[in-house]
């Protein structure tokens, strides 16, 4: 299958309800698709979503019984597995008209399944169906919110067990009842099946325009769940996040009740790339309230008041003063620069690339692996060009993007005493991954081979295909970490990614072999790609 494509999109959101804050947004979606040669499955369109750090809620049937339901489980496990920070499973019951026999088997039979993957009972449901919607006599144990399909709605005439989604007709009028339930102090919720996210469908459009409004941060996404817990002003139980102890800010003593949301995110300064960074929040006492460290973002549940809340990454500490009114929750994202230390990197002037006089950029990323178990290890990387000239450096980080010039470069990756050096030769036709296996302390060090650059398999003007690879465990189809080598029929090394759950390749269409390496099993398979079609495979492995 196809992974999901972001579309191009020209319309831009610039209302804000109640600023500094973000209007906030929650996607959802109903069923799991198995999608086609030209729409993305469920599966790819949420590992998008999760890639931008954009919370998803998927509410799941129970349609195929044999073995217990065990497809049906194995596809919820595949999707909370690709971020279960981000991804929220609800329940998807019977079409309306069901008895309340028929509705209560099956409301149990989804729990069950979304209990074994999440560890959680499900509070949350959509209803299924033309003209869904809560039914007299009709009844869903455990449910708090229950996600309806019309967009009529008025303030303060919510009903939890019939929430509202927005009108998908146009890209104006979803902007619209976006920001009128925002000025309301309310979320707007964005529902579809991705089987409807086809090139020129309006919804597709809808769909990649708020994504790409997230990316550039004039929307704030949040889960389902935690829209509605604000939307209702009702206390943080039974959600995502632990609340924190009850704490008195300095100014006004609130009432033990009166919490709020904060989210804290970290993105790169340059690129807006999700960072991962210790975040810590005190009073301004001084006094440590919470701390959450080595993530990209995370929401935190706190009484009313003024805080000190900092982000800590690459050496870097940046500090804000946040007030927190029930009114309204806040998001805020720190922009993190790029540093050695504790000094900001100002990137020296690079030297026309000697193979390369049109100043065509090239794509180097670069790994760092222990050499025995192929797990990632956190290095230093230093690129230099063939005169020895330093062009760029990454300091302490298990891997690191390059845009840089297309050349020759020599490329160190220091852990410790340990050194291992490769000198790679980069074209702006086609990225490199190269990942260095660094040896146990005492090695001697290791300068590997010159890594020629990718020869697309048909020539020069090669068209590229999209080729995800997945890992899970033979029995249990659990997702698992692997590494997947890539390599052309002649044994060239095309492409490879080390220690990951599943990794997107983008390369030339033609047969290749393909290899997964995890637990000391291997496995490998012969494919064929090509332009037009995006392969998925899953290596199950023992």
């Known amino acids: 299958m196809p992974a999901y494509q972001l579309s191009t999109v020209r319309n831009k959101y610039e209302a804000v309800a109640n600023p500094p804050v973000l209007d906030k947004i929650c996607f959802t979606l109903d069923h799991i698709h198995a999608g086609n040669s030209h729409v993305a499955s469920t599966y790819e369109v949420v590992k998008f979503l999760v890639d931008q750090q954009i919370p998803v809620t998927v509410f799941i049937q129970a349609t195929n019984p044999s073995y217990d339901y065990e497809l049906d489980r194995n596809n919820a496990k595949l999707i909370y597995g690709l971020a279960p ?30 209990k074994a993957v999440t560890g959680k009972t499900p509070v949350i449901m959509s209803y299924h169906g033309a003209a869904a919607g809560p039914e007299s006599g009709i009844h869903f144990p455990g449910i708090k919110y229950a996600r309806g399909i019309g967009s009529a ?68 996404p949040v889960s389902y769940f935690d ?54 929040i005190k009073q301004s006492t001084g006094e440590t309230v919470d701390v959450a460290n080595g993530i990209t973002s995370k929401q935190f549940s706190l009484p009313v008041g003024r805080y000190l809340v900092s982000a800590n990454a690459r050496g870097v500490t940046q500090s804000k003063t946040i007030e927190l009114t029930l009114a309204k929750g806040l998001h805020h994202i720190f922009l993190m620069p790029e540093t050695i230390g504790d000094v900001p ?32 290890v956190k290095a230093n ?53 190269h990942v ?20 697309p398999p048909s020539g020069r003007n090669a068209r590229i295909g999209s080729l995800r690879l997945s890992a899970s465990e033979k029995d249990t ?23 990951t759950k ?17 637990n000391g099993k291997v496995a490998s398979q012969e494919i064929t790609l090509t332009h037009t079609q995006g392969r998925h495979y899953i290596f199950l492995l023992s």
């Open 85 to 114: 920070h981000l991804v929220t499973l609800g329940l998807h019951p019977l079409s309306k008209g069901a008895t309340q026999a028929q509705q209560t088997a099956t409301h149990n039979t989804i729990s069950k399944i979304i």
């Open 477 to 499: 189809r659990r997702p698992m970490n692997a590494d997947f080598i890539v390599e052309d029929m002649t044994g060239k090394l095309i492409a490879t990614a080390a220690q």
């Open 502 to 518: 599943t990794h997107l390749f983008e390369i030339p269409e033609g047969t290749y072999r393909i290899k997964a390496h995890a």
């Open 227 to 280: 829209a509605m817990e604000d939307d209702f002003n009702d206390s943080s139980s039974g959600g995502n996040d632990t609340p924190t102890t009850p704490v008195t800010p300095p100014l006004t003593p609130p009432s033990s009740t009166s919490r709020q949301g904060l989210r804290l995110s970290a993105s790169d300064k340059d690129t807006r790339s999700p960072l991962k960074t210790d975040f810590k």
């Open 436 to 455: 260095f296996l660094i040896p146990e302390a005492g090695s001697a060090p290791v300068t590997p081979p010159v890594t020629p650059p990718v020869t």
């Open 381 to 433: 990387f230093l690129i230099q060009d063939s005169s020895g000239k330093k062009i760029s450096v990454a300091s302490n980080v298990e891997t690191q993007v390059f845009r840089i010039p297309a050349s020759n470069y020599r490329v160190t990756a220091t852990v410790g005493e340990q050194k291992v050096t490769a000198n790679i030769n980069l074209t702006s036709s086609q990225g490199i991954h």
């Open 153 to 220: 709605w008025s303030p303060g005439t919510q009903e939890r067990l019939d929430t509202p989604v927005m009108p998908l007709n146009t890209v104006a009028r979803s902007f619209a009842y976006t920001s009128e339930r925002n000025s309301a102090g309310l979320s707007a919720t964005l529902f579809l099946h991705t089987q409807e996210l086809s090139s020129t469908s309006i919804k597709k459009e809808i769909f990649d325009t708020y994504i790409t409004e997230i990316k550039a941060q004039r929307l704030q």
């Open 345 to 376: 990197v100002t990137p020296p002037p690079v030297t026309p690339p000697v193979t390369d006089n049109t100043g065509a950029i090239g794509t180097m990323r670069v790994s760092a692996s222990d050499k025995t178990t192929r797990r990632p």
